[in-house]
């Protein structure tokens, strides 16, 4: 995947099985406790998708052949959704962060956590791959990507660890390497909108920088909202996570 990422379907088994999942999603977003961020437009949802370890919801296979990713266990699902308006200012995020979400739809790196009172960038979540599986027809806030940007960052990232002990990867302040690749990803690398409907999935590489665009004027939705369900199983090690292509 030169651009960092692929898309998948139209095709039945996808569509069985996000209208399998859907009606889950919805109730689970119902009854959870996590709270709305920005501004009440975002839902996160983390692991919230009560599917079985293979993928299967309530008995609808997740189709790994089709996807081209090698079965393994997965976490529940993280259901992302959002609201119209999105993002809207919180007391949660500071005035420059949210112009970040909203100017450059908080574009990042998943794996990477903000670690101690100055929040130092650390890879804590060394994730195989990202899945993404969209459960409500809407063509608002859609994912965006910035093609070819894995490869700056793994060329930025592995620049930057070289000097330590690979076991010591993931304790490792990479907060300024992060932050001056990923400029050099604004500069160089296309932004791309991948909007998507239930019957389709997208693949993601790792490294692979990436965001959600604004709610846009016109945009429309159902009454849950736009959903997406995410995997991202964890890998073994800092280690592979970084170095392997």
């Known amino acids: 995947m ?15 099985w996000a209208k399998a999942a859907h009606p889950l999603a919805v109730a689970a977003l119902r009854d959870t406790d996590q709270p709305l961020r920005c501004g009440g437009t975002w839902a996160v949802g983390l692991d919230l998708l009560p599917n079985a370890p293979d993928g299967r919801v309530e008995g609808v296979p997740l189709p790994w052949g089709l996807l ?56 804590k979540e060394p994730h195989a791959w990202i ?20 490869l700056v960052m793994q060329a930025a990232l592995r620049a930057a660890l070289a000097p330590h002990p690979p076991e010591t990867w993931g304790d490792v302040d990479i907060t300024a390497a992060y932050q001056a ?18 019957g389709e999935a997208v693949v993601l590489h790792r490294h692979l920088i990436h965001g959600v665009a604004h709610w846009a004027e016109g945009a429309t939705a159902p009454a849950e909202g736009r959903i997406v369900a995410y995997f991202r199983p964890v890998m073994d090690s800092v280690q592979n996570w970084l170095m392997q292509d």
Not at 131 to 150: F, K, Y
Not at 181 to 198: H, I, Q, S
């Open 68 to 123: 081209g990713l090698e079965a393994t266990a997965l976490h529940p699902a993280q259901l992302s959704t959002v609201h119209p308006g999105y993002p809207r200012p919180s007391a949660e995020e500071t005035e420059s962060a949210f112009r970040f979400r909203l100017n450059r739809d908080a574009a990042h790196l998943d794996g990477l956590l903000p670690i101690g009172p100055n929040r130092a960038r650390m890879i």
């Open 131 to 150: 899945l993404g599986l969209p459960l409500t027809t809407s063509d608002a806030a859609p994912l965006v990507v910035w093609e070819g940007s894995h």
């Open 2 to 16: 030169l651009s960092g990422w692929r898309k998948i379907g139209p095709d039945p088994t996808l569509l069985a």
């Open 181 to 198: 690749a990923r400029a050099e990803v604004f500069r160089t690398c296309p932004r791309r909108e991948l909007p998507g409907l239930p």
